[in-house]
């Protein structure tokens, strides 16, 4: 679905007609592009399609479901506003140098290591009860604060710099195998829940 894809002079683009519930590569290569907004109706965004663009902030619509592969590479994105219906990110959907925060909601079920590298100082997984299937690797290089909200995680990346850790008031199960930080006796950790339960913490060999 290639509606500006490639346009060199678009500044601007505010669509509120109709369109395919599924979209893919909108905005591919739109190099002055520094304002979007798509329908709130929209369920799923597919690859490229935000790629190489000037737009600093994006919202997803309200019924976004699904961020397809590559979907926001290579931007000047600073900042992403998340709704509360996302449930799917695929492998590399987020590869924003420029981003610092990213929240997944409590909807999310499945992630493939949807950010490549970059330079994330704040991530937050939402409160909540449901499964989290996931396939992440690698690291996290600069993130300095994790919350930790889903009843069973395991985040599955390295946090080499990681400073604050907050476990939510739902987690009984925490595996952070792969957490590796530099300077562990500095890490702080705080447990948000006001009527304590055990919780299986598991911080691998990396603890030591």
């Not at 002079?9 to 599924?22: A, L, N, Q, W």
């Not at 409160?127 to 300095?144: A, F, H, Q, V």
């Amino acid at each position: 679905y290639l509606l500006f894809s490639g346009d060199p002079k678009i500044e601007s683009v505010v669509i509120d007609c109709k369109m395919p519930k599924d979209v893919g590569s909108m905005f591919y290569y739109c190099y002055k592009l520094r304002e979007v907004k798509i329908p709130d109706y929209i369920e799923s965004i597919g690859s490229f399609f935000l790629i190489s663009t000037k737009v600093k902030h994006f919202e997803f619509p309200k019924n976004l479901k699904r961020i397809g592969g590559d979907c926001f590479t290579l931007t000047n994105l600073e900042t992403i506003t998340v709704n509360d219906s996302l449930e799917y990110l695929e492998q590399h959907s987020v590869f924003v140098e420029k981003l610092q925060e990213f929240r997944i909601p409590a909807t999310v079920t499945y992630m493939r290591d949807p950010f490549l590298g970059g330079n994330l100082r704040k991530f937050v997984f939402d409160d909540g009860n449901k499964d989290l299937r996931t396939l992440l690797s690698g690291n996290l290089p600069k993130l300095e604060y994790l919350y930790c909200g889903r009843r069973s995680m395991n985040p599955g990346w390295g946090f080499p710099c990681l400073k604050e850790l907050v476990i939510g008031e739902p987690v009984r199960i925490l595996e952070l195998k792969n957490i590796s930080i530099e300077d562990a006796d500095s890490l702080k950790v705080y447990a948000r829940s006001t009527s304590p339960q055990d919780i299986y913490l598991d911080f691998g060999d990396s603890s030591d």
